[in-house]
């Protein structure tokens, strides 16, 4: 694989445009993974090209895209329900390199941290020649895009609950859900990221090592009467 090295965003950019094989890579623990579904002839890193930063902007909270998962779960500042969805990810290794970012680039059909994200109202800061904001559930019903995810604001003001449902905390989510006033959003392995519990419901999934197929659907209409009571409590 190769390493294509840049000292600008724009020069990201630009690689990018001359190399359609090549992704964009930021903390590396889903493209670099040996069973990982991106596919890729070269890497592009933008990690050192962002600023690291948490800060309130507002009536939002701005994460930059190359913070980890570690770094979310020690501020001061990050909701307590997104620092919760951080820790789903078992391995403490992992966590102290998985980005928000690279989480949400990855458009994992069992993302960590989408639901909870989708639950908050959130929206990229995401750059492609020049800065723009694109709302993050746009960005998940178009399937992702090109550009590079600069950073991510959330309403923090949101309440939010969220669950996560697995054999183990260590093997992969078969359905991780999340709750607030803007909806129920739930990622499913083996079907899709939706943002309702019809569309979960009706979706088409299949079934993998994480249970079958009645079996996630069971655990998106549980997860949805289990959050729903968490809100109202």
């Keep these: 694989m190769e390493l294509i090295k840049s000292s600008s965003l724009c020069e990201c950019v630009k690689a990018k445009k001359e190399s359609s094989q ?17 596919k890729a002839d070269a890497v592009i890193p933008v990690s050192s090209l962002i600023e690291k930063k948490i800060e309130v902007r507002g009536d939002e909270i701005f994460i930059s895209s190359n913070m980890t998962f570690s770094e979310l779960i020690d501020s001061e500042i990050v909701p307590s329900a997104l620092k919760d969805a951080c820790k789903y990810l078992a391995s403490r290794a992992l966590k102290n390199a998985a980005t928000i970012g690279g989480n949400i680039a990855a458009k994992r059909c069992d993302s960590f941290l989408i639901p909870t994200l989708l639950a ?24 992702g895009c090109n550009c590079i995810i600069v950073g991510i604001l959330i309403n923090p003001l949101i309440k939010v609950a969220n669950k996560r449902e697995s054999l183990t905390s260590s093997t992969h989510a078969a359905v991780t859900s999340a709750m607030s006033e803007k909806g129920y959003f739930a990622a499913v392995s ?11 419901l009706a979706g ?11 079996y996630k659907k069971y655990l998106i209409k549980e997860n949805y009467n289990i959050l729903k009571e968490a809100l109202n409590g």
């Design 204 to 214: 088409e999934i299949k079934a993998d090592i994480t249970g079958s197929v009645e």
């Design 120 to 143: 908050y109202d959130a929206k990229l800061v995401v750059f492609s020649g020049e800065e723009k904001i694109c709302p993050l559930k746009k960005y998940v019903a178009k399937g």
């Design 190 to 200: 083996g079907g899709a990221i939706y943002s309702s519990l019809e569309d979960a």
């Design 22 to 38: 090549a992704v964009y890579l930021s903390g590396g623990t889903e493209v670099l993974r040996l069973s990982s579904s991106v």
